[in-house]
């Protein structure tokens, strides 16, 4: 989502709401996620003092494997994020998001934040006791003869 920021540089006070969804299209070339819901945007942008500020939460879906015992199950994220805005950068600076021409494209910024927060480490469960390393059974639903050996 494209949003023209013109506006916002030059009047302060000025605020403007969004809400939008990412659709799975948009999506599937981020690779090690598998989203199964599009990823829920809202939030506003608003020049406070003459400075711009991006404020939004990012609801969301996954499928996703434990790492323990590789079950597959979903689970649900959210989270919030700001930024400021500005319309040009003299160098390299993730504090800011620039707004090239006086504009920023919205989707690139969530899709980054969203990758930098998401866990890399997935358990279906807290206690996930995984899988045995001799027999391979899942050790949260049965127990075998190897659990007390050692390898």
Do not use: W
């Amino acid at each position: 989502m494209k949003i023209n920021l013109k506006q916002l540089f030059s009047i302060v006070g000025e605020s403007r709401d969004f809400a939008y969804e990412i659709g799975a299209d948009e999506l599937s070339d981020i690779r090690g996620y598998s989203f199964a819901s599009p990823v829920s945007v809202k939030g506003r942008l608003y020049n406070r003092a003459g400075v711009v500020y991006l404020e939004y939460s990012v609801e969301l879906t996954l499928l996703v494997t434990c790492d323990r015992c590789l079950k597959e199950f979903e689970r649900a994220y959210h989270y919030d994020f700001d930024h400021i805005v500005v319309p040009s950068a003299n160098s390299d600076n993730d504090d800011y998001v620039v707004a090239e021409g006086e504009s920023i494209e919205l989707n690139e910024a969530v899709v980054t934040d969203l990758l930098l927060q998401l866990p890399t480490k997935n358990l279906c469960k807290e206690d996930c006791k995984g899988l045995c390393m001799v027999c391979g059974c899942d050790l949260n639903e049965s127990t075998c003869e190897h659990i007390n050996t050692e390898l």
